[in-house]
């Protein structure tokens, strides 16, 4: 019963406010004429206040029962079904509202989602942690150094150096290929991860230290891996480069503070960060990462001819039963994937003649090492080891016949202070000679061929035995309308002189993009030679028809020796309407 008057008492006074709100205008004129009398005034103003005390000590606990009994016996209205809309049918304004970041794999067809890699880096995360944070020490302690002195600056040292538990994770990867022997990469990173970087810096006997915190970061950078090389990792450098600004958020606490709440102060590191990031990295401005040491790969286009001749060993070691050896040579240049090339084997000689002559095509002779490796040769199991030596390439004097004596050592480049075996010695003779400008021309001369004279008259007659001797470079970069009968995954294959090179193959396509180069040593020009070159397909998958031949030339290489160089397209021989784009180069030493 006192719930039902409270109740009615309630609602009551709920539409007598509604109809004091509706007709507020017309009684508040009447309200201020009335009052405008001072003695009315006076009356009113002594009720008005005894009336709000009442007011308010009925109301308060009126007001809390009423509420108290509408929580209690109020039914919630029925939940209606949310409208489920298409996502091709939101504009971009919705999609970015409901869905803020977006996998690029997700927007980007040429984006591929790497699921798989975010899983290898969670499970590498925590060793390349350790790898980065004691590469950024090597790189910035020395850094840091410059200022100890400066200042009033007396040291400044990590206390603490993590990337945190939370690794990177890549939204979308873009793989692209280009005519040129290079690979370029194009992740999306996001990172908010929870690093752990504390600065100490000592100031006039005072310790500041500085903390960065709530590390923020999406970029998309543009990694090349260039140039591609048959030695492992395979690329001897990686170029990273940035099309866009990165977007780069981050908190710093000084002495316990964060100074990124002042005001002004994050807007104006933002606006430096990006524009330091800027000046290094957005394109065309690259960061060049060294991968592989110049002098362990050679990179370069070939400069000159290496001439060995393997002399002599004296003293091996023996290693056969009846106190012999059959000792042979290996000879290779760092830098090189080619197999090692090879003198004959002698028997039972612990001082073996050779007098054997290589030739090797040299690519950087201020870095490159001729390495020798003497073995024992055996029927049966390995090959003994007896010792090496190496030369370096940049010891040798052009066009100038070298002669070297070297101990050989057990297995490594220095002298083991503990390895007092002697091991013999071996004696080869080097002589190395540098590409020439001109190339070889005819003159009519008996011979059929003769050189021009390039200023270099005194050098020139001391390699005179090797005036024959030359590099023949084909550059094959591509092919045009070859089409086979079951596929089309074209390659190509170059013949010369019994040694065979062949390019990487291209699926799917008729216009094959190959812009590979290729080496032929050769004792003398190739003036009544041709080269043959051959375009072929392959399927990969199983199939008995598994090659097919898209076409063929023969190239006459005398035009090479005439001119130095050709660069044009020849019509395939068996084929419709094909085209090959071939580059030839002679170089003499």
Known sequence: MILAVLFRVSKTLFFFVKFLKNNYSYYSLHFCSYFANPIRGKKMGFLSTLLGIIGFGIGTPVGLLVGFVLLIYSKPKPVKEPITRSLYELDNDALLDILPDIPLWVKCPDYERVDWLNKFVTDMWPYLDKAI?????????????????????????????????????????????TNEKQLVLEPAVRWAGNPNIVLALKLLSFRITVQLIDLQIF??????????????????????????????????????????????????????????????????????????DSATVAVKKPVGILHVNVVRAQKLLKKDLL??????????????????????????????????????????????????????????????????????LKHLTPYETKEFKLDLLKHTYSYDPQDKKQRGKIVVELTYAPFREDSIKLDGTQDGYGRKESGLNGRYSESEAYSGAG??????????????????????????????????????????????????????????????IEVMSKRTGFSFRSKEHLGNVDINLIDVVHNGRINQKYHLIDSRNGVIHVVIKWTTA
């Open 219 to 292: 970029i998309v950078p543009r990694i090349t891996l260039k140039p591609l090389v048959p030695t492992l990792p395979c690329f001897a450098t990686a170029a990273v480069s940035l099309l866009e600004k990165p977007d780069i958020d981050f908190g710093m606490n000084i002495l316990g503070g964060d100074i990124m709440a002042i005001p002004g102060l994050y807007q104006f590191v933002q606006k430096t960060i990006k524009r330091q990031v800027a000046s290094l990295c957005i394109w065309p401005q690259t960061l060049e990462i060294p991968i592989l």
């Open 133 to 177: 944070c004691a590469q950024i020490k090597s790189i910035t302690e020395p850094m840091f150094a410059e200022y100890v002195g400066k200042f009033q600056i007396e040291a400044i040292e990590y206390d603490h150096l993590s990337l945190g538990t939370i690794p990177p994770e890549i939204h979308g990867l873009k793989v692209s290929e």
């Open 471 to 532: 590099l023949l470079s084909v550059l094959v970069q591509g092919a045009e309308d070859v089409e086979g009968e079951h596929h089309n995954n074209p390659y190509a294959v170059i013949f010369l002189r019994g040694e065979t090179k062949r390019t990487k193959l291209i699926k799917g396509t008729r216009d094959p993009v190959w812009n590979e180069e290729f080496h032929f040593m050769l004792e003398e020009p190739p003036i009544n030679e041709k080269i043959h």
């Open 323 to 392: 106190g012999t050896s059959d000792p042979y040579v290996k000879l290779n240049l760092t830098g090189e994937s080619l197999p090692a090339k090879k003198t004959t084997i002698k028997k039972r000689n612990l001082n073996p003649e050779w007098n054997e002559m290589f030739k090797f095509i040299v690519k950087d002779s201020e870095s490159q090492v001729l390495q020798l490796q003497v073995f024992d040769w055996d029927k049966v199991g390995n090959h003994d080891w007896l010792g090496m030596q190496f030369v370096p």
